[in-house]
């Protein structure tokens, strides 16, 4: 109860502890993650910078040493006797071998690992006098794109095995003759793929993140992975071309695949290439949400020591009195137990609130003694009541049954004299036995059957009687006597309406339950009394139950015991209406013993 002496004194006081110190929380987090967003976001673009800048020198000395051998006196040399349509072989070959010297040498002092090679139309490469080249991809990117940056390959045109089976990139140069400005083919200066993938691949964005270098196209340069991120960088690649066209570096958001994503670019304008970094943004901005889960965890923490301490505060003035409610709310539902549990633990001290407990402890010692009289009172007398009911064989039904058997000695019908006077002996030693309160279903199914044969005897035709005994239900144990008041009232009140009764008893075992039903002809019971039975039953009070003496008393006198043995695992079934009879269902746990 939120109204409480206890919850406003931790409610005021948690607040005076919490308000602060989240508005303060609030402020500070916002300030801090875009402090840190900031920080993050410029780091990530300077290590980005650093590897444009490092493949920058890199290719610009790709390209030097490409001018470089296309102005060396040997290759001009060599190109000169290439274009000389009357050159002889005796010529050709020391030039040739010439030049293959002079490459051999660049890529020996060189610690990068470049090589070099030339082309011509007339006689393929300079290693390897091969001209498959034409087919290849990169040559093809040459000659109709102009592209004179390759993408990662391998060529086969090289001095030695190792570094034909190595990935290479390579620029593309004109092979021209400087003094005629002819053009005989084009010099290939190769360098290593790995020069440039090994140092983009130790860049590191978050745990998953990764920086790929893209042609124009968006395929990658350095035949990286790009599996798993194909859409976002097709995505990004339209946008870095079309929202940033002169822009050389930035980073926007791209959403894909429920998740949105970081990208930063940073292009390289002389070989058409882009650097792009792509990370998912929960892993780029992680290190804000932990500050943002610290936060919460300490305001959490906070509001539990607030807690702890207004309860400390609270306990002792609002624990008596928050006991002495509890034991009230018992007391109100009639718990006395429950209720005088309580009261010993906020008897301390000499305040007013022990005073108040020890009167209301007195008045519910008064209380419980004068309801538990009562109670025993009217429990007594019903149980009398139901006693002389349960020991008693109806006066008019004992003097009819006399007057049968007499009627049937005077016509000389000694085998139903026989038979009335059995069954009738043996419902008065059924009746004197009261050893125990519970008898096995067939022996109460016996007993009717023996009442049900006198009335048979008495009415003849105007009583109809069908009995559906379930033998699985026979050793099973109920309250003795439950029956006979239902088939008695069956009997007695269908006959009333028509003159026949037609009466159906049955037990029945249905999974773990016994069902024994009653029904008849006769004339019904009404609404309010159906309401009155269904209402002292779900009180689970049996007094409640027997209601008012003489009104109903077999069938109530049945449920109240069936309600005693069973308390709430026993169930009843009235279907009735005015003028169309009545079955009664009582529904039972199985006893066994």
């Known amino acids: 109860m939120f109204f409480s002496l206890r919850n406003r004194l931790m409610a005021v006081l948690s607040s005076l502890l919490i308000v602060p110190f989240a508005a303060l929380a609030y402020i500070l987090s916002g300030e801090a993650t875009q402090i840190i967003k900031a920080s993050i976001e410029s780091s990530t673009t300077q290590t980005i910078e650093q590897f444009a800048s490092h493949a920058s020198t890199l290719l610009v000395q790709v390209e030097d040493m490409g001018n470089q051998v296309m102005s060396s006196r040997t290759t001009q040399e060599w190109l000169k006797i290439q274009i000389n349509p009357d050159h002889s072989l005796q010529d050709l070959v020391p030039a040739k071998q010439r030049l293959r010297e002079t490459f051999s040498s660049y890529a020996v002092n060189n610690s990068s690992g470049i090589s070099i090679s030339v082309f011509t139309e007339q006689s393929g490469g300079l290693w390897t006098s091969d001209r498959s080249y034409l087919n290849s991809a990169w040559y093809s990117a040459y000659e109709t794109a102009k592209r004179k940056w390759t993408s990662a390959h391998k060529d086969t045109d090289q001095s030695d095995d190792i570094m034909r089976s190595r990935s290479v990139n390579s620029l593309l140069l004109p ?4 003094q005629s400005f002819r053009q005989a083919g084009f010099i290939k200066v190769n360098y290593p793929s790995s020069l440039l993938k090994n140092a983009i691949e130790k860049i590191r964005i978050g745990n998953t993140g990764k920086v790929v270098l893209l042609t124009h ?21 339209k946008q870095i071309a079309g929202s940033f066209g002169t822009q050389i570096s930035g980073s926007f958001p791209i959403r894909s695949g429920g998740e949105t994503n970081l990208l930063f670019f940073r292009k390289l304008p002389a070989q058409d290439w882009t650097i792009v ?13 932990q500050i943002r889960q610290t936060i919460l965890v300490v305001t959490v923490l906070l509001l539990v020591l607030a807690m702890i301490a207004a309860f400390w505060l609270s306990f002792g003035i609002t624990k008596p009195l928050s006991i002495l409610a509890k034991a009230m709310k018992h007391v109100e539902r009639g718990e006395f137990g429950q209720a005088l549990q309580f009261m010993p633990k906020v008897r301390r001290g000499h305040s007013e609130v022990d005073y108040v407990t020890g ?3 007195q008045m519910t010692h008064r209380l419980r003694h004068l309801i538990e009289t009562e109670f025993e009172t009217n429990v007594r007398r019903k149980n009398a009541e139901y006693k002389a009911l349960l020991l008693q064989i109806n006066p008019h039904f004992y003097n009819n049954t006399l007057e049968i058997i007499s009627g049937l ?3 000389k019908r000694e085998d139903l004299v026989m038979d009335a006077t059995e069954a009738l002996g043996k419902m008065m030693r059924y009746s004197l036995n009261l050893h125990s309160d519970l008898v096995r279903v067939s022996e109460e199914m016996a007993y009717i059957r023996d009442y049900l044969f006198i009335l048979q005897l008495r009415h003849e035709e105007r009583l109809r009687l069908v009995i559906e ?10 309250p003795k006597f439950i029956l006979q008041p239902l088939v008695e009232n069956a009997v007695k009140y269908s006959l009333e309406k028509d003159g026949i009764a037609q009466v159906y008893l049955k037990s029945q075992v249905q999974e773990d339950r016994l069902l024994l039903t ?4 006769g004339i019904g019971m009404t609404a309010e009394l159906v309401r009155d039975l ?3 039953l779900n009180k689970g009070d049996p007094v409640a139950i027997l209601g008012s003496a003489g009104h109903s008393i077999g069938l109530r006198n049945v449920l109240s015991r069936c309600r005693l043995q069973y308390g709430s695992q026993f169930q009843v079934d009235v279907q009735t209406g005015l003028g169309v009879g009545t079955a009664i269902t009582l529904l039972m746990p199985i006893v066994r013993s």
């Open 518 to 521: 009653v029904k008849d002809n």
């Open 277 to 289: 970094g792509t990370v998912p943004e929960a892993e780029m901005y992680e290190k804000i949400t």
């Open 409 to 411: 000695a005077a016509m």
């Open 359 to 361: 009167v209301f402890e």
């Open 534 to 536: 269904y209402a002292g």
């Open 217 to 237: 196209e968006g395929t990658s340069v350095l035949n990286q992975d790009l599996s798993g991120d194909t859409d976002v960088l097709e995505r990004a690649m």
């Open 469 to 478: 005994e379930d033998t699985a239900a026979g050793p099973y144990l109920i």
């Open 175 to 178: 092979l021209v003759h400087l």
